[in-house]
């Protein structure tokens, strides 16, 4: 069975970091392509970072310099370091893989508010 699991998500001030994790079981993510979206309240899911299974990375432009997106192989895990954060990275952030099919997990809760 084929599970994406994301966690790190939680309340921050402006200015701060969080790290979310997006741990597979199921599938090996260093051989499929992984993406970083986010759904804010009342608008559609939208790509954030992608990570190919070669390595190579891409951002969409209002994260850029801010966010990063990497990969542990060992742990099947991807990451997005998020610094910076602004009130209007507030969403709900999913990861997805796309093996066989486009696996998505359930999301976890980003709130930047002071």
């Known amino acids: 069975q084929v599970q994406l699991v994301e966690s790190g998500g939680g309340l921050v001030q402006p200015g701060g970091s969080l790290r979310l994790s997006c741990a597979a079981s199921?599938?090996?993510?260093?051989?499929?392509?992984v993406g970083w979206y986010r759904q804010a309240l009342g608008k559609q899911r939208v790509s954030v970072a992608r990570?190919?299974?070669?390595?190579?990375?891409d951002y969409v432009d209002s994260v850029k310099g801010r966010f990063t997106i990497s990969r542990d192989n060992a742990k099947n895990t991807v990451y997005l370091q998020m610094d910076s954060l602004k009130p209007e990275d507030t969403a709900v952030y999913f990861c997805?893989?796309?093996?066989?099919?486009?696996?998505w997990g359930r999301g976890t809760q980003v709130t930047v508010s002071s």
């Open positions: 199921g599938i090996t993510l260093r051989i499929m392509p």
């Open positions: 990570i190919t299974h070669g390595g190579g990375t």
């Open positions: 997805s893989a796309d093996g066989a099919y486009r696996y």
